[in-house]
């Protein structure tokens, strides 16, 4: 590949582990099992780290989507007088691409490079989620600092926003809930929490007496648990999509499929409720790293080199290496034409098999070889992710915030929650007078995403006309409108989710969910460590997530163990 750097032969070229990709799972994978005395080789066709979470500047933001939103051309047909040698292919996961630019000076360089715009936001961490235990446990929060996301919110299409309490206090202050709202809020907080009290003392102490909701419930759909309490639907939007973080409309039983148990809702109110106040500088659950989320995966790739890992971006590889006799895996070709080889490997999720490939081996190669290379050509449905850059906020005052809007609350199609995340410049994401949006929502094709994301755009923020275009109608609605904030760039795009498989030599990553918090990436490395590992405990030698603590620097919030 003439484009690529002169990099000289890379030495050693035996490794215990092959990981190709720098995403948040593949920089789990790699710190773990660098910190394992495990000899890793962390590669990435990128310029940059992170893959499919990083965070970048807007025009190398542009660069990617486009450049992704079309599969290449595979490698030409290689061979090796040693070893079976079958190319690989890159399949796209991104489509539908559209970005606007509707004020041109965003794009100067003055701008465009001060702006670290995350590929698959919206994204946060709860400050009690599975992610920040494997931080403080892997040492690797000494290289990511974080900010509190100041306030959720669930919206309609009247433009309003409703704030989601997040303690007692909070549900006081409330001026959008009634007297009679707020008790019924208060009294089924008061009992999950006893729930909970009840099921961490069960183990240790008798529960006679206790608190504790019934099992019938527990296995019951959460929205038929809610419609027990009573609560009204307003509290219930709240619950299922503001706290519980639910994407599909749980009173639609065809469309949802299968309806979250009450089991797992209460599961995910817990980590809500544990998180507020798990450190005292952080205001309410939810926490962002500064810089963008691409900060996450490079803390873990600087954790995986000091422990020992070799890292080389800008290296792609083209070719898998076979035994030609047993059809075992052996090693990888990479772009500059040299043979590295490993015992196990890990791939991104858009790495395949090229179709040239499997049409020239026998139906006995190509069964071993179904059995050794990912299956992640099948995808497990798609995600609609949108990106504005504004001038303004969409709450006063307020600059991190969340808005979630629950099904049908735009227009009576709306299947799936659609998720929003305001961040400002004290995250170091943008220039100081403006804010990123990111848009989400999960969908069944790209039109129908894209659609859902426009209405809550429309919601949300004024779209710019020029001048010449104004009517006397624009005119005289410009008073409704003078409180939104002006769109200045705009993408949108949809991505689709591809499953990790778990092979015996040869694994794929996942790709990134439409989750908010990061909790099944985090299960997907460590389902991939314990694959590679066994028994072995991730991260054993480094500290205990136990006693964290935290300090301020700069308003910021850095957790310590």
């Known amino acids: ?33 660098s910190s394992s005395g495990t000899s890793v080789l962390h590669l990435d066709p990128n310029p940059f780290y992170g893959s499919h979470s990083a965070s970048l500047s807007l025009p190398d933001l542009t ?82 600092e974080f900010k509190s996301v100041d306030a959720s919110f669930v919206g309609d299409s009247s433009g309003e926003l409703r704030s989601v309490p997040d303690s007692r206090a909070a549900i006081f202050k409330d001026k959008s809930l009634g007297l009679m709202e707020k008790k019924q809020l208060m009294k089924f907080f008061k009992l999950v929490q006893a729930h909970l009290a009840a099921a961490a003392a069960s183990s240790t102490e008798s529960d006679e007496g206790a608190v504790k909701i019934a099992e019938e419930d527990m ?18 939007s709240i619950i299922l999509y503001g706290i519980a973080m639910v994407d599909y409309d749980q009173d639609n039983v065809e469309a949802c499929g299968d309806l979250l148990k009450t089991r797992e809702g209460i599961a995910r109110l817990a980590l809500y409720i544990t998180s507020i106040g798990r450190f005292s500088n952080a205001l309410g659950a939810l926490i962002y790293p500064i810089y963008g989320q691409g900060e996450l995966p490079q803390a873990f790739c600087r954790r995986a080199a000091v422990k020992g890992c070799i890292y080389v971006l800008r290296m ?65 449905g798609k995600i609609a992710r949108g990106i504005c850059i504004i001038r303004g906020s969409v709450k006063a005052d307020i600059s991190n915030a969340l808005v979630v809007y629950p099904p049908k609350s735009l227009f009576p199609e709306q299947l799936a929650a659609i ?113 590679l590992m066994g028994s072995e405990e991730l991260f054993k030698e480094e500290t205990s997530p136990d006693n964290t603590t935290e300090e301020e620097n700069d308003g910021g919030v850095e957790i310590e163990a």
Not at 8 to 13: G, K, N, Q, V
Request: proline fraction near 8%; glycine fraction near 6%.
């Open 1 to 33: 590949m003439s484009d690529l750097p002169p990099y000289p032969p890379l030495d050693p070229t035996t490794y215990d582990l092959i990981i190709v990709g720098t995403g948040v799972s593949e920089s789990i994978l790699s710190a773990a099992a």
């Open 63 to 144: 660069s990617f989507l486009h450049s992704n939103s079309l599969s290449p051309p595979p490698p030409p047909p290689s061979d090796t007088p040693d070893f079976l040698s079958v190319d690989l292919a890159t399949r796209s996961l991104y489509s539908s691409v559209e970005i606007a630019t509707f004020d041109s000076s965003i794009l100067d360089e003055r701008h465009s490079r001060k702006f670290n715009v995350d590929l698959c936001g919206p994204r946060v961490l709860f400050c009690a989620d599975e992610s920040i235990n494997l931080m403080l446990k892997s040492g690797s929060n000494n290289y990511v």
């Open 219 to 236: 296995e019951s759909p959460f929205v038929d648990f809610l419609a027990k309490m009573p609560l009204p639907p307003k509290i219930k």
């Open 316 to 380: 792609p590889i083209t070719a898998l290496l076979l035994d030609k006799e047993t059809g075992g895996y052996k090693g990888v070709r990479l772009a500059t034409g040299q043979e590295i080889f490993s015992q196990k490997l890990i791939l991104d999720p858009c790495i395949t098999v090229g179709s040239e490939s499997m049409s020239s081996l026998t139906d006995q190669q190509k069964e071993t070889l179904r059995v050794l290379v990912p299956k992640s050509i099948s995808s497990e």
């Open 419 to 531: 998720r929003v995340l305001q961040l400002g410049s004290g995250l170091a994401v943008c220039p100081a007078d403006m804010h990123v949006l990111y848009f989400s929502t999960v969908c069944e094709n790209d039109d129908q995403g894209k659609a859902a994301l426009l209405s809550a755009m429309s919601t949300l923020i004024k779209p710019q006309v020029p001048e010449n275009l104004q009517s006397d109608s624009a005119v005289e609605n410009d008073t409704a409108e003078a409180a939104k904030p002006v769109v200045l760039w705009r993408a949108l795009y949809v991505q689709a989710m591809v499953k990790g498989e778990f092979g015996g030599s040869i694994s794929s990553a996942a790709s990134p969910d439409g989750n908010l918090s990061y909790n099944e990436l985090v299960e997907s490395a460590v389902k991939l460590y314990e694959q």
